[in-house]
């Protein structure tokens, strides 16, 4: 089976289906907008939906937020350009969701209440902790978004023939729509409705290419084998080095447990068990989504051919695309172009909304204002964050433009791990965990992936064009990560802190019983107590 020349592809011209579904989609969603801006009055629903969001409701948000068009359209690309080394990232990104099941999502429920310093500073000084964790989240969120806001610009580049620079702008004024005025309750409502779109056109688009090898996965790996050899079953194309594979498995394992704006999710349903119960769907739905990935890559490495996908885009992030016009012609290349669209205007609002929490509620309202800021104002510093991310999402798009947003992905989960996940475990898993200990692991995490990155072949090499890169590995999570915890534990050991020990024990009840079964507390052996929320973290210990 020879691959199909793209010479007649309707990449790159207007396309009638496409204008339909990109019409609909972004006509639904603003619908949906000004129906969750008339119910978002708080900030309690403009950060976590009031709790409202039901836990099989929150696992298909999940699983949108976190199926990205960077998985999407970036995967499918490597497995076309690479072959099997591509399967790292789609195993990598799902089995760190069990790490999130056992150790993150009902803990992080109980103890915190908009973002994931709430946990780390439930028992440490507020403004130096709140500071660090926000320099993570908003050093995480800007990688995120500079992958995200670029997978736009070449999609809507190639859809509708406008610009690079127009497409990204467009996607930013629609995204800040959603945020600025629907908060996470419309946020959570286009993620599902983005969920839906995704799965239903992945699977068509692998039933399509299935359908031509008799739907035999077998016959079609043996094609790919055939027109690329036998290493395209093989490891090794695109990861050679095995310190390398370890260093992107950790970070994209590990990654996902740090990621704040999944952590986020968590506080949008009513207690733990629905916590759990929705990470549990959405693994579901995400491991089904990767696999499936896998087929549309080889599929596309096959039918469209690895010289046609790089002559369109030549880190192959069109590869899905190109795929869907060659087995359903242009209305199907329409269909799932804005199905693409649909994920990244999803993604990117959760994005914004996760950095416009750390700007508002850790540093602006917990920092700035020591917890004493009134409803109002909360509120309209959300919103003035949330249009300041935009507009920065947008700037970052444009510098980016060009680099393979899979990569860019990868990157951000390194440096979640390293500046995230460290600090989170260690403030709910270690009695001896003190403030300095929390703020030395993550600006150590923050600083060393953000350098490492830079010194790497992905920065020195393939954008700034050098020979050499002084540092050798592409992704730093193998030094990082660690690093985060070694430092965040020789520094509490150096630094004992009394306080934030004994109040270890009330973290762990909380943590596992929550807020509402305070008084059972062992810590709290007073009978007469009534059952009250637990204490949240102040900020009159800064």
Partial sequence: MNPTSTAGSQLGQPNATAILFFLLFVGVTLAITYWAARKTKTTSEFFAAGGGVSALQNGFALAGDYMSAASFLGIAGLVALSGFDGLIYSVGWLVGWPVVTFLIAEPLRNLGKYTFADVVAYRLKQTPVRLSAALGTLTVVSFYLIAQMVGAGNLIHLLFGLSYEVAVVIVGVVMILYVLFGGMIATTWVQIVKAVLLLAGASALAGAVLYRFGFSPVALFKEASQQYGAQVLAPGTLVSNPLETVSLGLALMFGTAGLPHILMRFYTVPDAKAARSSVFYATGLIGYFYLVTFILG??????????????????????????????????????????????????????????????????????????????????????????????????????????????????????????????????????????QGAVASMLTGSFSAVLLIFLSPTVQIDL?????????????????????????IAVSLLFPEKESSERFAEVKHRMHVGAGKAAAAPVTPVPSVSPGAAPRPTATKA
């Fill in 464 to 488: 700034l064009k050098n020979t050499t890169a002084l540092f050798p590995l592409k992704n730093p999570g193998i030094i990082t990560m660690p690093l985060a915890f070694f430092v965040g």
């Fill in 298 to 435: 080889f599929g596309a490495a096959v039918l469209v051919g690895r010289q046609a996908i790089t002559g369109v885009d030549k880190g192959g992030n069109m590869a899905a695309p190109m795929l869907a016009e060659v087995v359903g012609g242009t209305g199907f290349l329409g269909f799932i172009s804005a199905v693409a669209f649909a994920t990244i205007l999803a993604v990117v609002a959760g994005l914004t909304l996760s950095g416009a929490a750390a700007l508002s509620h850790d540093l602006w309202s917990s920092v700035v204002r020591k917890g004493q800021a009134p409803e109002h104002e909360q509120l309209k510093v959300a919103r003035l964050a949330s249009l300041f991310l935009g507009v920065l999402a947008v700037v970052l798009g444009v510098v980016f433009k060009g680099q393979n947003v899979a990569f860019m992905v990868g990157l951000a989960f390194a440096i979640a791990a390293s500046a995230n996940f460290p600090a989170l475990l260690l403030s709910m898993a270690w009695r001896r965990f003190t403030t």
